[in-house]
């Protein structure tokens, strides 16, 4: 554009301000006679004022679909009302977990209905009871989540499972845990006052049932059971300690945090040998949580450089208990078995909270689940 150009599209771009009217500038771009970047270098219009005047919302919606608009365009055009974030999820340009992301740099995480342990029915007798201890943000829930999934959706029927003896909050807890691996979405942290159970069937190769109870309880609980103030309480004595069922414990590390969340675990152990609850554990499995961030570490190496005292208690106890108890299938007795896994939901970014789901580990601890629990 040449001087006088220049001149005559800034006294038409007052005209158009004061009417609300740019459709000299949207003639004159169809014609070629000016451009938008001439109108940008120029400072005639800013790009603000170029998105919401001269550009379809059509326009919009076709560069966000074909991916030429990043995140940062498309939350300034929802900051501007260009655009709004109905109209994108009606018109299926993005869905609500792509909005999340482009607007508030991360996908929402999904709450966990409260369920206190006063809401727990009866303990189901007979059962397999998995007990996920951990402390707050060591990845528990993704972990029985994946767990979870994996039996629930494994294109093999074989491993479907079979029933769901759960009421409703249980229910909702199922459901949630599911839908947390299919959108690839991370769980809520769960409150302090919150204790989930839910019973499923497995089904192994051979069509065996097991019948599993799933406990869950707030990272904060890892210390409540921890404290022997706590040992009386009757609802902890019948639910964890003096409950007769066999009993499956994973020991949750977070393999990114402090080694110091070792000891609590250690604390929760000690509690349960001075209850008793021991003798009824079939086995105990360390979870080395978020592994997907330790690429080239050993993770038996990692274990003992950093949690050796978890680990000489771990192995302490498989070596006390495993001729002490035992449940037997076809006459053969299943002593206390101890066990370290790596555990990752997937390759995860913290920054947006997105992960590819990757059932790799979660493949591992189940067949193990199966091999370590009674069948009928």
Request: charge should be negative.
């Amino acid at each position: 554009m040449e001087g006088k150009d220049i001149k005559f599209a800034k006294q038409q771009y007052k005209k158009a301000v004061e009417m609300n009217n740019f459709d000299w500038f949207k003639r004159n771009i169809e014609k070629g006679k000016i451009s938008i970047d001439d109108l940008l270098q120029y400072e005639i219009m800013t790009q603000d004022e170029v998105d919401k005047y001269l550009i379809d919302k059509a326009e919009h919606f076709s560069n966000i679909k074909n991916g030429k608009y990043d995140n940062e365009k498309i939350s300034e055009l929802l900051f501007l009302s260009i655009i709004t974030e109905n109209e994108l999820i009606c018109k299926k340009i993005l869905t609500k977990d792509e909005l999340d992301i482009a607007i508030r740099g991360r996908k929402e995480v999904l709450p966990l209905p409260e369920m206190s342990i006063d809401d727990i029915p009866p303990l189901a007798k007979n059962r397999t009871d998995i007990f996920t201890l951990g402390v707050r943000g060591s990845g528990k829930s993704m972990f029985i989540a994946s767990l979870i999934y994996y039996a629930i959706h494994k294109d093999n029927a074989m491993y479907a499972i079979l029933s769901t003896n759960i009421g409703g909050l249980g229910r909702q807890y199922c459901d949630i845990m599911q839908r947390s691996i299919i959108e690839n979405r991370t769980l809520e942290p769960v409150s302090p006052a919150s204790f989930y159970c839910m019973t499923i069937d497995y089904k192994d190769e051979q069509g065996r049932r097991h019948p599993l109870t799933f406990f869950e309880t707030g990272g904060e609980n890892t210390e409540f059971f921890a404290g022997m103030d706590n040992i009386n309480n009757p609802k902890v004595r019948e639910y964890f300690l003096d409950n007769p069922n066999n009993k499956i414990l994973f020991l949750a590390v977070d393999s990114l945090e402090s080694p110091n969340q070792a000891y609590t675990l250690i604390r929760a152990l000690n509690l349960l040998d001075a209850a008793g609850t021991l003798k009824t554990v079939n086995a105990i499995a360390i979870l080395l949580t978020k592994w997907d961030k330790h690429s080239n570490e050993n993770p038996a190496e990692f274990l003992k450089t950093h949690y050796k005292p978890l680990y000489t208690v771990c192995k302490d106890i498989e070596e006390k208990y495993s001729e002490m108890h035992g449940f037997i299938k076809k006459r053969k007795v299943y002593k206390l078995k101890f066990k370290v896994f790596t555990f990752s939901v997937g390759n995860f970014n913290e920054q947006n909270s997105i992960y590819i789901y990757d059932d790799t580990d979660t493949k591992g601890i189940h067949d193990w689940l199966l091999s370590v629990t009674p069948y009928n």
